[in-house]
């Protein structure tokens, strides 16, 4: 991605905030529902946003980073576009949720809280979604997979690819037939 | 303090209930089936909406009216997807099938709807008695609970409030609004409910203080903040009655004269924070919460602040500085929160199963209350039963009940015929406890006084395969990452912590790591600043208490007892009991470590293995040719032949 | 003015004063490092200034301890001295011992409590653990050494009480906890000038740039 498309990206992305903080009241206490509202539409918080809802409550933006990077939901860099959740919780742990991620590195050639390069997928840990008797657990795209095993988390990204490769094949043809 | 109403509430209140019942009984048609899904979130992990739409899909083929209804969650979690299908035509009662696949869905169609054949192959029991099917009322699981808090939980449809009205919601309210403020705290004292949150304080006596405190305005919240790995019975208890919670949260904002009140739910719950949002909205709009609340002029504003991810904002000085849009780390108390709270008022909170049981307290009186139970701890306790057992779910059940009991009648024991080797009780904050202690009774003081901890009633049970180092481990890891780093013991002790645990597991264990392990662990008990900190060592202290030979082996001979740590565990095949030509290993396994050797037979390629345990699940029963050992050194050595 | 007992000394002081200040305004010393004199609720986050007071079940913080009428207080006994030795060993284990080459060498906190707790510089059970990198350079005007801070506050705590809009916060959590800035205008900034925080800081983490 080429850095002009970054920042028009993020310009986008600041208008719609912009446009969202007025439906915000402007007490201290607003501070965390804003950056969650922020979190959930765009992903992340761009390091703009943060000096926007500083001014809009009119306190000081390193207050705002200083809240921001104390809880686990906020993200600082854009994720890919699957996030993969790993739970581990204690059940997920005792039936190795442990095994499940590092399948998923490994199969992903990412870390745990790294996005792949092609920004398709971005993986973390997670404590416990509160499904405990269906552990291991994963969360992929907000979906909840329940008795995980390797040979299913291979299952799932494959699932990924032939989706990606049926939708390159369909463009490639809607373009051939223009 | 709060004005007593007259009869007025009353009456306000009883149009509301009969247009409920009337709507309810206009929903409920006699004439064609009904199928009940729960949809709370195990449930739609398990595949309750695929089994819904194949409900749907086959209703529409085979021409067939029928309602669907979507409850909460029933909490036999190991029977999910749980469908109840009422079918009076059949002369069959309501009946509970469990783990209902998209096909199984199909076949009841066809079968049950069309045919009249209940199935009974696939069916747990009926819910009501008869001469045909077993009573699912009559199972062990049944018999042994006591649901108070969750009464409802699993039968009425937590977005319909008029369901809630209809079986007697909201009417403890109206009673309350005709009784003086002071009555109800005392009764609730009496009652000796103790707050559910963990650390059991007298729920009564915090409402007392709050109802005494100067101050003109006076706030109440709901502890939903539920964040202990392996509890998730106050998601349950949103997702499927948000009402009574509600109910329970205006009567105690009556009783101690607060305007406001928040439920403080963490972020990993979307379908709670959706199901309780929609609950708030539809009591305002029939005039139970908000503005002049059944034409008094009691007040109650509710509102929902979603937790952001954070385990430390469940201690409440540091959810309050949460709200407050602050970094949320705990403070030091005095002052509590009931004499200076949330933007310094005074404040309740209470966990989302204390305000739910307070509308069954009122209903049925503090005596009742305190008769169930035991003497210093009455009423239910409800935990999350996960783990190694072969029916997890949620349990409510009266405190005093033996572990034992609760573990192998109630919840059926360890499933695959391995043996018990300890529960784990209270999360990060508790401890694991060793089979010698199974007849202890669940209360507050019984198990504190074994090391473990009520806590939010989180159990997870271990089998024999399990090891209590790596245990320890997994919580340390866990409190170490969530400490909020404002006390020292906590931040850095926590650290140091799991670094000698770490070592251990890795086989690189310490003579004098035992040591060092304790005297840290009594430092930052007795050191840090907040609950958090000076709880966090109780897994490594119950787990060198009762499992001290295994930290031994894993020191002195670098063997993990149980096969579970990886870097002393290797994983062979037995090659007297691996058949020529099966290739289910080769398959399974994701690196590609598995071998054939020159008989046709497999061997592992330890260089490789990472140790995931898939060819062992893979390899047919009847060989059982996979086996683990520890040390890794014990694996016989099979050459991989030359490609 | 109440009367209370502090190591067999009769001492009177002010209602509604904290129990370290009391002490220190006595010349009894007690190690602490995130209590400023005047502030109004006191963090008690660093778990130095423990003492043990007659009837109260284990060592309490006296920064969040208010004297009372006839109280009797002992600040010097066993298990006081255990947890404060164990609370500076945990934080000298995540410290870059460097004194030789460290500003604050002969006027740290650190070594003065070393020196009254006699514990060594170097704890012998704890393996060290530092952060990186070793400087933050991201404020225009200072230099942030994550290895020297002991996460005291001090700085934070002055800069809100300097300036409206505060150019210093903690960030992060846990054992990553930091003092960090944001980027800001730097013309608005008045570091350059203020320097409240560097004078503050008892371990020299946060110093002025040197320019050139």
């Not at chain 2, 645990?501 to 840290?520: P, W």
């Not at chain 2, 007297?576 to 050797?597: L, M, N, Q």
């Not at chain 3, 002081?13 to 010393?29: M, P």
Request: aromatic letters at 6%; proline letters at 5%.
């Amino acid at each position: 991605m080429t850095k002009q498309n970054n920042s028009d990206e993020e310009r986008i992305i600041l208008e719609d905030i912009e446009s969202r903080l007025s439906s915000f009241g402007k007490d201290r206490w607003n501070l965390i529902p804003i950056l969650q509202m922020i979190q959930t539409r765009h992903h992340y918080l761009p390091a703009d946003a943060i000096r926007m809802v500083a001014n809009y409550l009119d306190i000081a933006a390193c207050e705002v980073y200083g809240v921001a990077t104390f809880y686990n939901q906020f993200r600082f860099n854009p994720p890919g576009k699957h996030p993969i959740q790993v739970c581990l919780g204690t059940a997920c742990h005792v039936s190795g949720g442990d095994i499940i991620l590092e399948n998923f590195e490994r199969k992903l050639g990412i870390r745990e809280g790294e996005t792949t390069e092609d920004r398709e997928f971005s993986l973390e840990r997670v404590a416990c979604v509160g499904c405990c008797a269906l552990a291991p657990v994963a969360v992929v795209d907000k979906i909840v997979h329940g008795r995980m095993a390797p040979s299913k988390v291979e299952g799932l990204l494959l699932g990924f690819q032939i989706e990606k490769e049926k939708q390159e094949r369909a463009k490639r043809s809607d373009e051939s037939n223009l | 303090m709060n004005p007593i109403y007259n009869q007025q509430v009353e009456q306000a209140f009883d149009a509301i209930r009969q247009e409920a019942i009337s709507k309810t009984k206009a929903a409920k048609n006699e004439d064609i089936p009904e199928i009940t899904i729960g949809k709370a979130t195990c449930g739609l992990a398990a595949g309750a909406l695929d089994t819904e739409s194949a409900f749907k899909e086959a209703l529409a083929e085979q021409g067939i009216q029928a309602r669907m209804k979507s409850v909460g969650c029933i909490g036999h979690c190991y029977a999910e997807p749980i469908v109840i299908i009422d079918h009076p035509a059949s002369g069959f009662p309501p009946i509970f099938y469990h783990q209902v696949t998209p096909g199984k869905a199909r076949m009841l169609v066809k079968s049950f709807l069309l045919d009249h054949d209940p199935l009974f192959e696939h069916l747990l029991g009926a819910m009501r008695e008869n001469e045909m099917i077993p009573q699912v009322l009559d199972f062990p699981r049944f018999q042994f609970e006591k649901r108070i808090v969750m009464e409802q939980s699993g039968f009425i449809d937590p977005g319909k409030i008029e369901e809630y009205i209809a079986r007697g919601g909201y009417s403890q309210l109206v009673k309350v609004l005709q009784s003086d403020p002071e009555e109800i705290v005392q009764g609730v004292k009496r009652s000796g409910l103790r707050g559910r949150g963990g650390a059991g304080f007298l729920t009564g006596a915090k409402w007392e203080f709050v109802s005494r405190a100067e101050g003109k305005e006076k706030v109440i919240i709901c502890n939903g903040d539920e964040g202990d790995p392996g509890a998730y019975m106050d998601r349950t208890i949103l997702e499927s009655n948000p009402h009574q919670l509600l109910e329970g949260m205006a009567i105690c904002a009556y009783a101690v004269g607060a305007g406001r009140a928040i439920v403080y739910i963490r972020a990993e719950y979307p379908l709670a924070v959706q199901t309780i949002t929609q609950a708030i909205q539809q009591a305002e709009a029939l005039g139970l919460l908000g503005k002049n609340i059944l034409g008094s002029s009691f007040d109650l504003e509710v509102v929902v602040f979603q937790g952001s991810g954070a385990f430390v904002c469940g201690e409440e000085t540091a959810l309050i500085k949460s709200i407050e849009g602050e970094r949320g780390m705990p403070q030091h108390r005095p002052p509590y929160p009931a004499q200076s709270g949330l933007w310094g008022m005074p404040t309740v909170i209470n966990n989302v199963k204390t305000f739910s049981s307070i509308p069954a307290i009122v209903r049925n009186g503090p005596e009742w209350f305190s008769e169930i139970g035991t003497k210093t701890s009455p009423g239910t306790a409800i935990f999350s039963v996960v783990g190694d057992v072969v029916h997890p779910g949620l349990i409510e059940i009266p405190m005093g009940v033996t572990l034992r009991h609760l573990i192998f009648d109630v919840c059926g024991g360890i499933p695959k015929k391995k043996g018990f080797k300890a529960v784990q009780i209270g999360g990060p904050s508790g401890g694991c406890i060793p089979e010698a202690l199974l007849d202890t009774p669940v209360d507050f003081d019984a198990l504190n006084h074994v090391g473990a901890m009520m806590g939010s009633g989180g159990m997870v049970i271990m089998d024999e395969d399990t090891c209590m180092v790596n245990v320890a481990r997994y919580f340390l890891d866990f409190t170490q990452k969530e400490s909020c780093g404002k006390c020292t013991f906590c931040r850095i002790g926590t650290h140091h912590l799991l670094r000698i645990l770490d070592r251990i597991t890795k086989g690189e264990g310490r003579e004098t790591d035992l040591e060092q392990l304790e005297t840290l662990s009594q430092d930052i008990k007795r050191g840090s600043l907040c609950g958090l900190g000076r709880t966090a060592p109780n897994p490594i202290l119950t787990a060198l208490r009762y499992f001290r030979d295994e930290f031994e082996a894993h020191i002195f001979e670098k063997r993990c007892p149980a096969c579970m740590c990886r870097q002393l565990t290797a994983y062979y095949i037995d090659l007297d009991k691996c058949a020529r030509g099966c290739d289910a290993c080769v398959g399974s396994c994701p690196v590609e470590a598995i071998f054939t050797t020159k008989d046709r037979k497999k061997g592992i390629d330890q260089t490789l293995c990472v140790k995931c345990g898939e060819c062992m699940t893979a390899c047919p029963e009847e060989y059982s040719a996979v086996k683990k050992v520890s040390p890794p050194d014990l694996a016989p050595i099979v050459e991989r032949p030359d490609k | 003015m109440i009367t209370l007992t502090i190591d067999n000394r009769e001492i009177t002081a002010k209602e509604g004063a904290t129990l370290l200040q009391v002490c220190l305004d006595h010349d009894i010393y007690i190690p602490h490092l995130c209590y400023l004199e005047g502030m109004e609720h006191a963090a008690a986050s660093c778990r130095l200034c423990f003492v043990e007071i007659e009837g109260v079940a284990g060592p309490v913080t006296s920064c969040t301890t208010i004297v009372k009428e006839g109280m009797v207080v002992k600040t010097d006994t066993e298990v006081v001295r255990h947890l404060q030795r164990a609370s500076l060993q945990l934080l000298l284990s995540v410290h870059h011992v460097d004194c030789a080459h460290c500003p604050a060498n002969r006027k740290c906190a650190l070594q003065d409590m070393a020196k009254f707790l006699k514990v060594g510089l170097k704890p012998k059970y704890l393996e060290q653990h530092l952060k990186e990198p070793e400087i933050d350079q991201g404020h225009p005007y200072l230099d942030y050494y994550p290895n020297r801070c002991v996460l005291c506050g001090r700085c934070v705590l002055v800069c809100k009480n300097s300036h409206d809009r505060p150019f210093l916060t903690f960030a992060k959590r846990g054992l990553d906890t930091v003092i960090s800035f944001y980027e800001e205008d730097r013309a608005e900034m008045p570091c350059d000038e203020c320097l409240a925080c560097v004078e503050i800081c008892p371990v020299s983490a946060l110093m002025k740039r040197k320019v050139g």
